[in-house]
């Protein structure tokens, strides 16, 4: 067998070294808070001693306790909004009054002066977190650059402004019942609130006034002592320790050599795209994907995987829950084979190691499984574009494998949220899971889903086959199902090995009274052959032109190029002996041997292979006459010797063992097939 050579190009390189720029400026360039703790349990680390000087910051409930006890109450700001005011003062000059159009200018001056007055919503802002403690008196508001405090009375709250909009348009036209043609013509809607609450003033207002309440209570210098290795975390040390990790990664710069800082982010990308070029070195052409893309693909999913996360747990690390990660396991798998996809997927989950916070081992784990579980749910459920079971599946797996987390208190954080978070995930895969088909189109490569699509016997070729070579169609029948159970025997593609038998003859359509299987169906008393006024050679030429004229109909027909492959491959460069042979017995040259051989490609893979045997194999059980065990053996293994010396299996790749299996596998396929039967003993006439 010929053994594949490594071969390092710039085309084979060239995406592993996006990945490493990628990562390289990507990384993080400052140290970050790594610990994990959690109240009530014990320091894991060696004892903490504070780098640098910073304030403790209070809790949310210490805040919320100061802001209770708060005695005076907090002046609003508003900000005074000229959008809203010209956007309604343009839709009033847009208004048609009709009968009563005198009316316009008069509503146009009375807005204005309303608005100049000010609008306030009728509802009060409790939205904020100085929720009732707002003054019911006093407000700022800002206009022009400048603030005034005004009284509340002083401006309009909005059912106010309306009924003062109407009272000064009425005192002009006393004869028009003018609140109907508010209500007809929709004045009353453009009256809205220009007033507009501004908290980031609010709050610097209240502070200048004295009410400010202040963020946090001591301080901690440096140098000094944080906690002690073994020593139990009380809810005072995670207040400090959450208030030093807050400064910690907000403010502490990279405090230690540039050059070993990049040196570090270099190796560290470096390592990991050489990882990835490692494990995709390793995947054979054989693979689905085959071997022009499969990089392709591994450094989009590897690329997006890595944009996705790190922006996000800068953000907000919560939200790396909600990666719908599994999508990326169905992608792999859609374009590689399940070990190589499983190696794959877990080495596009690396970022997450890369994140920073203490949850990034967790969330590794946790969305391996969560792959795995999709693949092999989705396996057990292959119906149906949209995963819905699987996702089901997956998402009560997950959640289980959180919780075991959370009670064990390895991760912290609202269990609600992330809950919620997961299952949006999962809700993310299964709507986009009909785009990996669209993937691999853009790709132009094979799923399984488009095999599975081609598989299907009311697909218009194969109809078209049927129709045109009824007997080519039924032998592809018989390949197909032959090669299903070889493929089965060794774990190779049945998926691709299905479509390329059905696909294999398709150039026999172009001349199917060519072809034995077709002349008794289609000629109409099965006594003319098609080849009794050819001359060896002609006969020769016209089968093997099958060959590219299949190839030719499979392009036009927009077939993948892995199901092109078995078209050229089925046949590869053997001889067509029968002709070969009459060709020397009536005096031909042996030299002329090159003139019946098959223009083929010799196989490479192993499903390229059993469709090769499978083929020969159930062309040539038709005319056997020994129908036992000791007779299939035969014919197998004469076939299976015939295509070895002619070197058909030189550049393959496929083991002594696999054809072994292959063979035996053929030989009991071939005894069920043709299996004897029981003669029905027909009724003798009684006798008078």
């Known amino acids: 067998m010929k053994i594949p050579k490594f071969r390092l190009d710039i085309r084979r390189l060239m995406p592993f070294a996006v990945v490493f720029l990628v990562l390289l400026f990507m990384l993080p360039k ?109 407000i700022y508001v800002q206009k022009d650059k400048r603030i005034s405090k005004l009284p509340v009375s002083e401006v309009y709250k909005l059912s106010d402004a309306k009924a003062k909009l109407l009272a000064l348009v009425r005192e002009q036209y006393t004869s028009v019942n003018v609140d109907s043609v508010f209500r007809e013509v929709g004045v009353y809607d453009l009256v809205v609130p220009n007033l507009v609450f501004d908290r980031a003033t609010t709050d610097l207002l209240h502070s200048e006034n004295g009410d400010y309440i202040s963020p946090t209570q001591g301080y901690v210098s440096s140098g000094e002592l944080i906690v002690s290795e073994g020593e139990i975390v009380t809810a005072e040390i995670e207040q400090i320790l959450d208030s030093y990790r807050l400064e910690y990664n907000s403010n502490l710069g990279y405090s230690g050599s540039g050059f070993l800082m990049w040196l570090g982010n270099i190796l560290l990308a470096f390592m990991i795209a050489l990882a990835l070029f490692l494990v995709t070195s390793m995947i054979k052409i054989d693979q689905p994907g085959g071997q022009q893309s499969f990089e392709i693909m591994a450094l989009t999913v590897f690329t997006v995987c890595l944009l996705a996360i790190l922006p996000l747990s800068r953000v907000n690390p919560t939200l790396l829950y909600l990666l719908p990660y599994p999508l990326v396991a169905l992608c792999l798998r859609a374009f590689f084979r399940n070990r190589m996809s499983a190696l794959l997927y877990m080495m596009c989950l690396t970022p997450l190691l890369l994140t920073g916070s203490g949850s990034g081992a967790v969330l590794y784990l946790m969305f391996t499984v969560a792959g795995f579980v999709m693949l092999a749910s989705k396996k057990r459920f292959p119906q149906g574009r949209v995963l819905v079971i699987p996702a089901l599946i997956t998402f009560a797996v997950v959640i289980v494998f959180y919780a075991g987390f959370r009670f064990t208190e390895l991760v912290s954080g609202n269990f609600s949220i992330i809950a919620l978070y997961l299952f949006l995930g999962e809700v993310i895969t299964a709507l986009l899971f009909p785009s990996v088909s669209l993937l691999g189109r853009v790709f132009n490569i094979v799923t399984d889903e488009r095999l599975t699509e081609l598989a299907n016997p009311d697909n218009p070729l194969l109809r078209e086959l049927e129709d045109k070579a009824p007997g080519t169609f039924q032998h592809s029948l018989q390949v197909m199902n032959m090669a299903d159970a070889a493929a089965r025997s060794i774990g190779a593609d049945v998926a691709l090995v299905r479509a390329g038998a059905l696909y294999h003859d398709i150039g026999k359509m172009m001349n199917p009274m060519c072809f034995v299987e077709n002349e008794s169906l289609l000629s109409e008393d099965g006594s003319a052959h098609y080849h009794d006024s050819l001359t060896p050679l002609e006969s020769a030429a016209a089968i093997i032109s099958h060959v590219r004229d299949g190839e030719t109909l499979a392009r036009s027909r927009h077939l993948p190029q892995q199901v092109i492959d078995f078209i050229l491959t089925h046949h590869g460069t053997g001889t067509m002996s029968f002709f070969y042979n009459k060709y020397l017995n009536e005096g031909g040259s042996p030299e002329d041997i090159g003139k019946f051989r098959y223009n083929g490609v010799l196989p490479r893979t192993r499903e390229q292979i059993i469709l090769m045997l499978c083929d020969s194999v159930e062309a040539a059980s038709r005319t056997l006459k020994d129908n036992s065990p000791k007779g299939y053996s035969e014919l197998v293994e004469r076939l299976v010797g015939s295509k070895i010396s002619e070197g058909q299996f030189a550049g393959a790749d496929i083991s002594i063992k696999d054809i072994s299996v292959v063979k035996n596998t053929l030989k009991e396929y071939l005894a069920q097939l043709y299996h004897d039967r029981v003669a029905y003993p027909k009724i003798r006439k009684s006798r008078i």
């Open 30 to 138: 400052s140290p970050r808070f790594s610990y994990d703790y959690r109240k009530g349990s014990p320091w894991r680390y060696e004892t903490l001693i504070a780098q640098f000087d910073f304030p403790i910051y209070k809790t949310d409930e210490q805040m919320e306790e100061e802001r209770s006890r708060a005695a005076s109450p907090v002046v609003a700001c508003y900000r005074f909004s000229d959008d809203v005011v010209n956007r309604s003062l343009r839709s009033a000059e847009g208004l048609q009054f009709g009968s009563a159009q005198a009316l316009k200018s008069s509503v146009i001056a009375s807005l204005r002066k309303v608005f100049t007055q000010g609008v306030l919503s009728d509802e009060t802002v409790r939205s904020d977190r100085h929720a009732g403690k707002y003054s019911d008196e006093l």
